[in-house]
């Protein structure tokens, strides 16, 4: 099956400082990528929809200035929380459908826990 | 739609039971269902999806069951292993969004 990859797997970062988090599709071209939140104990939250060669669309209540995503090919996405405080700490988690396929056939990655001190 | 600050829901279960885990949708229009397990500290994996046309879908040692009255899905686990200790997800595919919606999720303990 198709192979989605997230790095880093861990982070811990200073409150103020921006973390990089990059999701890619390894066998598969992806022209959509989902960015998910995930608190401990809950579901999956979609923060916003990454966009080959557009803008991504973020859900209602969620800072596209504080959560920049870059869509820059066709099998790679980032995620990055500028200026990160400690209720920014989570569970990022990225998806992405097969190019051509049904959105909702999609593969995830393995997650990149954020901790900010 | 969202879940907002809920504690998982639990299920233990003997190692060679059978599992249920059960799911409340949102939207009577949703047209696909899927099923996930995610392990600690993992991505979600897809374990069994059903269409709104059908109201029973079997895999390997998994069914899911759809009752689109009352906006219900379950899982079933035949002979429950510790390998399927997780939590597992339902989410649906509504209408006219383009992403999924995830359910509130269920832990699942199997005792050996």
């Known amino acids: 099956g198709a192979v989605v990859s997230q790095h880093p797997s861990r982070v811990i970062c200073k409150s103020g400082t921006s973390v990089k988090i990059e999701c890619r599709s390894l066998?598969?071209?992806?022209?959509?990528m989902f960015w998910y939140r995930q608190f401990p104990k809950q579901s999956l939250m979609l923060m916003a929809t990454?966009?080959?060669?557009?803008?991504?669309?973020?859900e209602q209540g969620v800072e596209k200035d504080k959560f920049l995503i870059n869509h820059a090919s066709l099998t790679l996405s980032t995620l990055t929380v500028t200026s990160a405080h400690p209720e920014d700490s989570s569970f990022y988690i990225c998806?992405?459908?097969?190019?051509?396929?049904?959105?909702?056939?999609?593969?995830f990655g393995p997650g990149t826990r954020l901790t900010v001190t | 739609g969202e879940n907002v600050g809920l504690h998982l829901p639990t299920l233990s279960v003997q190692e060679g039971d059978n599992s249920i885990i059960n799911c409340a949708y949102s939207?009577?229009?949703?047209?696909?269902f899927i099923w996930y397990k995610q392990e600690s500290g993992k991505g979600p994996q897809f374990i069994i999806d059903?269409?709104?046309?059908?109201d029973k879908r079997q895999g390997q040692r998994v069914t899911v069951l759809l009752n689109k009255t009352v906006k219900h899905l379950s899982l079933q686990i035949a002979a429950t292993q510790p390998g399927d200790s997780a939590v597992y997800f339902c989410a649906e595919n509504q209408p006219g969004a383009n992403n999924l919606f995830f359910g509130t999720g269920t832990r699942l303990t199997v005792i050996p």
């Open positions: 939207n009577s229009a949703s047209d696909y």
């Open positions: 998806s992405a459908p097969v190019s051509g396929t049904e959105f909702y056939e999609q593969y």
């Open positions: 059903i269409r709104s046309n059908m």
């Open positions: 066998d598969f071209q992806a022209t959509t």
């Open positions: 990454s966009n080959e060669g557009s803008k991504a669309t973020y």
